[in-house]
C-alpha cells in the first residue's frame, strides 16, 4: 500500500503544476488521497521498525529522549549563529548542511549536559535533575535511570 500510494504520488506530483490540464481537480483529489495513504502507511511502518528494533531500554535513547526537548528550543539560534559563520565559506552546500547539523546537535547536547541536566532548568524539563553523563567520572548506564517498560 505505502509502494503503490508513493508511486502514484510521484507521477501525480508531475501534473499538479499544469493547471490548463481538464482533469485537473480529480488530480488533484487522487493526488491528496494518494499522499495522505502514503503519510500514514509511513508513520505506521516506522512505528512498527522501532518497536521490532528498538524494542529494548537502551542508555543513549533514554539521554536523547530526556534531551529532546531541550535540543528543540535551542537549536533555532545555534543554527542561525552557524549559518551565518557558514555563509562566505567556500564549500557546497552539501558539506555545510551536515557540518552544521552535527554541530548543532553536538552543542546542544554539550550544553544540555553542562548546564540544564543537572540543574533546575532539568528538574523543569525532566522532572528531576539528574546526574551528567558526558562529563561524569563514573559513567554506568544504570545511573541514567531505570527505564520502565510501556506497551501502547
Not at 501525480?12 to 490540464?21: E, K, R, V, W
Request: charged share 15%; proline share 4%.
Amino acid at each position: 500500500m505505502c509502494l503503490g500510494s508513493l508511486g502514484l504520488s510521484l507521477w501525480l506530483s508531475a501534473f499538479q503544476l499544469d493547471t490548463g490540464h481538464p482533469h485537473i481537480r480529480l488530480i488533484r483529489l487522487v493526488y491528496n488521497l494518494s499522499y495522505s495513504v502514503m503519510m500514514w502507511s509511513l508513520v505506521i511502518l516506522v512505528i512498527g521498525l522501532f518497536k521490532q528494533y528498538l524494542d529494548k531500554p537502551s542508555c543513549v535513547i533514554r539521554y536523547l529522549a530526556d534531551a529532546s526537548y531541550w535540543l528543540y528550543l535551542v537549536h533555532l539560534p545555534i543554527v542561525l549563529w552557524l549559518q551565518i559563520a557558514f555563509a562566505e565559506l567556500p564549500m557546497h552546500w552539501t558539506l555545510k548542511l551536515p557540518a552544521i547539523s552535527l554541530l548543532t546537535i553536538g552543542l546542544s547536547l554539550l550544553l544540555y549536559d553542562l548546564v540544564v541536566r543537572p540543574t533546575l532548568a532539568g528538574k523543569i524539563l525532566n522532572g528531576r535533575k539528574k546526574e551528567r553523563v558526558l562529563f561524569a567520572s563514573n559513567r554506568k548506564c544504570s545511573r541514567l535511570h531505570s527505564v520502565s517498560r510501556t506497551t501502547i
